[in-house]
């Protein structure tokens, strides 16, 4: 499923698509990542469910112009906005990295209402970032300027922390070369320039109010944000479920696609049934 279709919103053009139907079931990819991530496992669901990938701005297939607002305040206004485009008043949400602490913002300040919500390895307690992170985030104007094949090499390194299994060749390919030529390498350091737990700190003392049934699944070997934020974020919700699994880092998606697909299927059987 690649992103062919496109929502302007406020200069920002956002790349999605849908297929499949079935009960709504929206995907929120994370940093430094698209909705290609998600790709295989939506298409997957897509026999039972109508399934939606967009790329946030500043990523994938979506606008990544200089000087855009790409931060978690920006995309989680951006979420509410695309929903009520596709009028859907309360579909499933998953999602993975930043995309949780942009689907909870959503939810929580800007009125987006749920069926559920898949919490998946994602951005949502304090403190978050690796050291690499941080690093690039004082040194965003440094690293921008980097000869580009520096940029892609430091990138690649980068994203193969992120998987406890080691990424093919191929998957390594489709998760660096987003960021790759004049306007990928600056928008890469221009999504990190812009993180700030302020956008998590904002909502963490909230998630007691949530109110939508959440499962919390988490790659037992995550190195970017460890098992334990997932207990404890599963504390903080009211009713959360939990999913641990084995083998996985924080690329869940591809050091464990089973599992994880088994995962949300039987979450959202569940609750079609309830």
């Known amino acids: ?5 496109e929502f302007v919103w406020e200069g920002h053009r956002v790349r999605w698509t849908r297929g499949g139907h079935g009960p709504p079931v929206v995907f929120c990819h994370g940093t430094p990542w698209s909705s290609r991530l998600w790709a295989p496992i939506a298409t997957a669901l897509s026999s039972g ?24 305040g920006t995309q989680g206004r951006l979420l509410a906005a695309l929903l009520q485009h596709w009028e859907l008043p309360s579909p499933h949400v998953v999602a993975h990295d930043y995309g949780g602490a942009v689907a909870l913002r959503a939810h929580l300040l800007h009125g987006a209402r749920y069926a559920s919500l898949a919490l998946v390895d994602v951005v949502a307690l304090a403190p978050w970032g690796s050291d690499f992170f941080r690093l690039v985030r004082e040194n965003a104007g440094v690293f921008a300027a980097l000869p580009p094949p520096l940029h892609e090499a430091l990138v690649a390194a980068y994203v193969r ?51 939508v049934p959440v499962r919390v699944i988490w790659g037992e070997d995550d190195t970017w944000i460890p098992a334990d934020r997932a207990h404890r ?8 479920g939990l999913d641990l699994v084995p083998g996985a880092g924080h690329l869940i998606q591809l050091d464990a696609p089973e599992a994880l697909t088994a ?12």
């Open 233 to 240: 974020l599963a504390a903080a919700i009211p009713g959360a």
């Open 161 to 211: 922390g992120a998987s406890a299994q080691g990424l093919p060749a191929a998957a390594e390919r489709m998760l660096v070369e987003p960021w790759t030529g004049p306007a990928g390498q600056a928008a890469f350091y221009r999504q990190i320039a812009q993180a700030d737990e302020r956008f998590t700190d904002e909502i963490e003392p909230r998630y007691g109010e949530l109110d």
């Open 1 to 5: 499923m690649e992103p062919d279709r």
């Open 49 to 72: 469910y109508e399934v939606y990938l967009w790329d946030m701005p500043g990523y994938g297939r979506s606008s990544m112009d200089d000087g855009a607002d790409v931060s978690l």
């Open 263 to 274: 995962s949300l299927l039987r979450w959202l059987a569940e609750r079609e049934v309830a």
